[in-house]
């Protein structure tokens, strides 16, 4: 699932193939639940328009068009945002990537899981949003118009203080870790971050967040923001469909500590990692190091 890193990579790689362009186009696939604007009524509202700017809040892009429109996307579980000619094995199905040879890899066609394909007045690469579980969203917000999705998050977790966390965990009795994923205190910390997180802070992730004093929060955020910004600098997690805009795969997957290691030896102190469920989500930790 596309997380924090993951979605900033892709807002930095595909923001200069958006901002300054004018829309001249949009082709989308019939209407469903992709579709919080309806196809028709989001073609209306956007070709013609030029984008000014690419934003990220939590884990969502805000594209802010030139008349106080905004368009709100969500990569969802499996969302792949990209310019035409982005070369992935991945895009490829199972049958036509074994037909092909381990140097062949051919630009990218839209398929019926490419929901949104923009062209552009400038008649340069096209945009296009494929999501093949189809989780993702994208909406049109009219000017002064506003999103509970959007508003319900809390403080970037790029921009989270030690004391953000300190105050907000005040008489909270929830695990921390599920506190992490909630989005409403800190916005934008995945499963993998909140793990990878709590190891470096030496927190375990079923504490009440009502216990973890000033420093723990602290060095909660330095890790979390650590985690974040190692993965953005390496292209972001690609366990499972993530695939950056220009096909790159992303590196931060070789460097997780404890998140899908279960048994495997604690980096530290060689304790085989534990899992357990946690807000219905796989949880690892080292129960040595984190208290
Ligand atoms: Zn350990």
Same mark, same amino acid.
């Given at each position: ?128 949003? #494929? ?12 000017? =002064? ?16 203080? =030690? ?93 997780? #500590? ?34």
């Amino acid at each position: 699932m596309p997380e924090l890193p993951e979605v900033e990579v892709t807002r930095r790689r595909i923001a200069p193939l958006l901002v300054g362009r004018r829309i001249a186009r949009v082709h989308t696939t019939a209407d469903s639940y992709f579709f919080l604007t309806p196809p028709d009524a989001l073609a209306r509202g956007l070709e013609g328009r030029e984008i000014r700017a690419l934003e990220r809040r939590g884990k969502y892009l805000v594209a802010q068009l030139g008349d106080g429109q905004r368009l709100m996307l969500h990569l969802g579980m499996s969302g792949q945002l990209f310019a035409d000619g982005a070369r992935s094995l991945r895009l490829l199905s199972a049958t036509s990537r074994a037909s092909l040879a381990p140097d062949e890899q051919p630009g990218f066609e839209p398929d019926a899981h490419t929901h949104l394909r923009l062209t552009f007045a400038d008649a340069g690469a096209e945009v296009l949003f #494929r999501d093949v579980r189809k989780f993702g969203k994208v909406r049109l917000l009219e000017p =002064g118009e506003s999103d509970p999705r959007l508003d319900r998050l809390g403080i970037d977790a790029l921009e989270a203080s =030690g004391d953000d966390l300190h105050a907000g965990s005040r008489g909270r009795r929830v695990a921390i870790k599920n506190l992490l994923l909630q989005q409403s205190l800190i916005a934008g910390i995945g499963n993998i971050y909140a793990d990878e997180g709590l190891f470096l802070a030496g927190i375990r992730p079923t504490r009440a967040a009502r216990r973890l004093t000033r420093p723990d929060c602290a060095r909660l955020v330095e890790g979390v923001q650590r985690v974040l910004r190692r993965s953005i600098d390496t292209g972001g997690s690609s366990i499972s469909d993530f695939v950056s805009p220009d096909g790159d795969d992303g590196a931060y997957q070789d460097e997780r #500590r404890v998140y899908a290691r279960t048994g495997e030896p604690c980096p530290q102190c060689a304790t085989p990692i534990r899992r357990i469920v946690l807000a219905q989500r796989g949880t690892h930790y080292c129960p040595t190091c984190q208290r």
